[in-house]
């Protein structure tokens, strides 16, 4: 599974703005997701599983519209997923790294306290919040990134 991140359109076939329905069906298409939960008509998020390599992604939605689109790393390490942006693996490139070539190419990472780094140009926010035992540097923090957050104006939060 291939999801490319689309600063201030989307991520992969979700598109912001897009209608509950349309979304479902963009899920169908890309195939390998699973959704756990009931068919609600106008819901404040979908969640849908790619059980393969068990990951997550999370559709937003404000009054029936595609709000936000977050992705959560993989814990099968060997999985056949790509989550990508400007062709950087996000998830597999260590988060330092992803933060170097971001800033190279004008894309400057802002960090908070609160563990989240925003790409304000981009509406894009990383985080490697997980309980889940993903790699670690040296030190022991986590390598990779493990949660991105695609969404019109998120550095506003």
Request: negative net charge; hydrophobic residues 35%; without cysteine.
């Amino acid at each position: 599974m291939d999801i490319e991140l689309l600063p201030h359109v989307g991520a992969g076939p979700f598109r912001l703005g897009m209608p509950v329905e349309e979304a479902r069906q963009a899920a169908r298409e890309l195939g390998h997701l699973t959704h756990g939960g009931e068919e609600n008509a106008e819901p404040g998020q979908i969640v849908f599983t790619h059980e393969e390599s068990r990951s997550h992604v999370v559709l937003g939605f404000t009054k029936g519209l595609l709000s936000q689109v977050e992705l959560w790393r993989f814990r099968n390490e060997d999985a056949d997923v790509r989550v990508t942006l400007e062709a950087i693996d996000v998830f597999r490139t260590p988060h330092e790294e992803l933060q170097q070539r971001l800033a190279e190419r004008g894309h400057p990472v802002e960090e908070d306290d609160l563990g989240f780094d925003a790409v304000p140009d981009l509406d894009i926010i990383f985080a490697n919040e997980s309980s889940y035992e993903y790699p670690t540097d040296e030190e022991g923090y986590p390598l990779y990134y493990d949660y991105v957050l695609v969404s019109a104006g998120t550095h506003a939060r």
